[in-house]
């Protein structure tokens, strides 16, 4: 068994330190109230079982709790009082420096739960290792100054989450759509360099990923391009070969038919989107950005949003080379043709591509194949979204999610028309709803009373959030706010203005309704009457975003928390709060946002119909997905899956697995064991357990994790039963 240690490293967990430390105690009280010892012992030994059944490497605090329980269940009061003495004053040693230790820590890669907080950043290399040092710095200077002790005690103790306080000291938001069309078609400035309108497509796709990098570089939650505003490109693509070819044929002194011309101008043009796109493909993975990892970019891909036939028609081409690519993978250090984390891809349907007979079938069909192998595009139904997107005029929206799942709130702008792309998301803050829960014991009348009370908390967070980013000038990230990524403001202009009236969202995270409602009545959300409060709670989280937002002109939003080391986190406070309470924190995680718990059997059809009715009540962000064995030889069945998504659900994907032992050669699944009471991912094929040597891809909550997950996330994907 191991024992996660303060400053985040592993050690193996050793029995006779408690003995040492409980003797410590028992030596400084008078004699005659000292425990035996064989007390000691058993103490110690009952302590080791406690761990035992965590499931999970237990830190030194749980273990210095669990001894202080202890010494007090043997009535040996004077000893426990000394003990939780010396505990305090080592307590406050320590807070005389709370950042040493855990950045030494993680120059030495030997902290595990920084090793394990991103499964899209290698902890190892100097950038992320740069970036997780930074980020200490600002989560002291975050607790110690910038956010009230109450909200940070609350983080802490896992009651709310706040999201991303390594970022918090700078003035820098969580997500956003890019404007990509106005930077390709206006011209934009990067590093002070001024990049004016491409004259090809595979420039323009060069410039593209240029933007990504910087973007991401300059805010830390995900970003979102669409292919639409690439698609222009083709055609200037198009007409710049066909004066090269005519150029060419008159220099021979050739003559060759239009016929023939169209078809070698097609071919060469063909021959340039794949180049292009090449270009993002590769330069996405292979980027790194300022905080250590490949660029957080999801690629849009919707017919609907084309301005005419012919730009459809080019965009049509452009989806097609993106999907073939996906579908090939890209090749790892051995060669070998791997699933690849980004750029993540969300492939709308619609009439024109939703029916056998429908024009663009094929690309569905396409997408399909992809998905079948890659775990990617991810799906959004046009016929859902409009119903569910609606702005003040009446009309509905299609437009696509900021990185993973966070969605912006319908907007028209003073000019009565709508507007998606240069807009932005200030942070997230997440509630925690299975304390709320257990916090009740069971007393509805308490549960509400206490749930006003968290939305009071998390207001405040929210407000904290906002307020960082009141005042900040365009000039801390020129690319975002001065040169059409989001805005084109003047220098030394503030972006005040961009906070309020519905251009950007304040997220209110939840977590947890699964076990919540089990926690309050002891029924799954999935019976009659879990559903009825599971709602409940959802319409009762929309209120208070509401109200807010009535009363601030701010659009607060309320967002299905993707929880990828939160949950973990959260689980982990919650035994220590409430012990193991069966059905409820009885795992090493709890479960996202509305999710039906990843144990409980349901067929696929039925899971999504019946999270589509919460995933409305999400307007800022939710995805629902799938759990499928290998799907690559059953593509009908995807098929199934997609034209159900399209009459039933917003926003859905697939999960399946891709994986790749270095060792063996094995293409299959790699599996999770125990292994000296951790989840270690293992091939089952010739037994390596070397996560340097094996490539694993997996669904984390929206997005494709790579470089491994925390231990409560690895059970929980353990856990994962099939929907199909």
Known sequence: MKIIKRNGSEAEFDIQKIITAISKANVTVDEGVRMTPKQVKRIAESVVLSCEQLGRSPSVEEVQDMVEHQIMAHGAFEVAKSYITYRYTRSLVRQSNTTDDKILSLIECNNEEAKQENSNKNPVINSTQRDYMAGEVSKDITNRILLPKDIVDAHNEGIIHFHDADYFAQHMHNCDLVNLEDMLQ???VITGTLIERPHSFSTACNIATQIIAQVASNQYGGQSISLTHLAPFVQVSREKIQKDVDAEFESLGIKISDEDKKKLVEKRLRAEIKRGVQTIQYQVVTLLTTNGQAPFVTVFMYLGEAKDERERADLALIIEEVLEQRYKGVKNEKGVWVTPAFPKLIYVLEEDNIHEDSKYWYLTKLAAKCTAKRMVPDYISEKIMLQNKIDKNGE??????MGC??????YVDENGKPKYYGRFNQGVVTVNLVDI???????????????DERMELCHRALQCRHERLTGTLSDAAPILWQYGAL???????????YLHGGYSTLSLGYAGLWECVYSLIGKKLTEPEGEELGLAIMRKLNEYTAKWKKAENIDYSLYGTPLESTTYKFAKCLQQRFGIVPGVTDKSYITNSYHIHVTEPIDAFEKLRFEAKFQALSPGGAISYVEVPDMQHNLEAVLSVMKFIYDHIMYAELNTKSDYCQVCGFDGEIEICEDDGKLVWTCPKCGNKDQDKMNVARRTCGYIGTQFWNQGRTQEIKDRVLHL
């Open 186 to 188: 206006n011209g934009t």
């Open 396 to 401: 509905g929206h299609c437009y696509t999610c």
């Open 405 to 410: 799942r966070s969605f912006l709130t319908p």
């Open 437 to 451: 829960g257990l916090s009740a014991d069971k007393d509805l009348d308490k549960f509400w009373k206490i749930f």
């Open 487 to 497: 805005l084109r403001l003047k220098k030394g202009e503030k972006i005040d203005k």
